[in-house]
């Protein structure tokens, strides 16, 4: 069945560093892509999506890149910043083969330090 | 406009009692989801309303969950009788359109001893 891995963390990252968290996925569809952030105390957000191959998802400095060719959907930004430090998931919604249902990565937490 | 709320916020119960946690989704949309985290592993699908009917209960676990969505509003999820290993967080989410992504809820925490 269609998975989401992503790289585990935590990742610990000094103030305005550049960032990548990891992602793969595997579907046997077309599946949207996503990539969803929790704050502390905080409900999960998506992030940014990208729901063809080649698409660009980009918010509050986050950027990733559907590849078709290698399966992967990695999130970058350049510099961080202290309010950055969450838990970030990657996850794809597949409706052609898996329903309206969201497949999630295990989450990777992100500390940024001042 | 109010976001997708979820009560309580956390619960505490002993294993065999019976737990009821509710959704309000966003005014408005159709498509309503449970997912649930245990353990710190990945969030997993439990099912999907649209308006009342259930479109997809593939990933409730057994028959001790029942969900419903009287009136295509509100949702409930009751757990009964509940064991140590349905702890976790249960987490609603509503949609307008069925692409495009979902909007959480903060989350359920329960916690079963």
């Known amino acids: 069945g269609d998975s989401v891995t992503q790289m585990e963390g935590p990742v610990t990252l000094s103030e305005e560093a550049f960032l990548t968290i990891n992602c793969t996925y595997t579907?046997?569809?077309?599946?949207?892509l996503f990539w969803y952030v929790q704050y502390p105390g905080e409900g999960l957000q998506l992030l940014l999506k990208?729901?063809?191959?080649?698409d660009k998802g980009s918010n509050k400095g986050f950027e990733a890149t559907y590849r078709k060719e290698t399966t992967s959907f990695h999130l970058e930004k350049g510099s961080v910043q202290v309010s950055d430090s969450a838990v970030y998931f990657c996850?794809?919604?597949?409706?052609?083969?898996?329903?309206?249902?969201?497949?999630f990565g295990a989450g990777t937490r992100l500390f940024v330090k001042a | 406009e109010a976001g997708v709320t979820q009560f309580p916020s956390h619960s505490v119960i002993e294993k065999g009692q019976t737990v009821t946690l509710r959704c309000d989704p966003i005014s408005g949309h159709d498509n309503l989801y449970w997912y649930r985290r245990v353990m710190g592993k990945e969030i997993k699908f439990l099912l999907h309303f649209v308006k009342e009917s259930k479109q997809d209960e593939s990933g409730m676990p057994n028959n001790r969950f029942l969900a419903e969505r009287t009136g295509g509003t509100y949702s409930t999820l009751k757990v009964q009788p509940a064991e140590l290993e349905d702890s976790g967080v249960y987490f609603c989410a509503s949609s307008q359109v069925i692409s495009g992504g979902q909007f959480f809820g903060p989350g359920t925490r329960l916690t079963v001893l």
């Open positions: 996850a794809l919604s597949d409706p052609g083969t898996g329903g309206f249902k969201t497949i």
């Open positions: 990208a729901t063809k191959a080649d």
């Open positions: 579907a046997t569809g077309y599946p949207s």
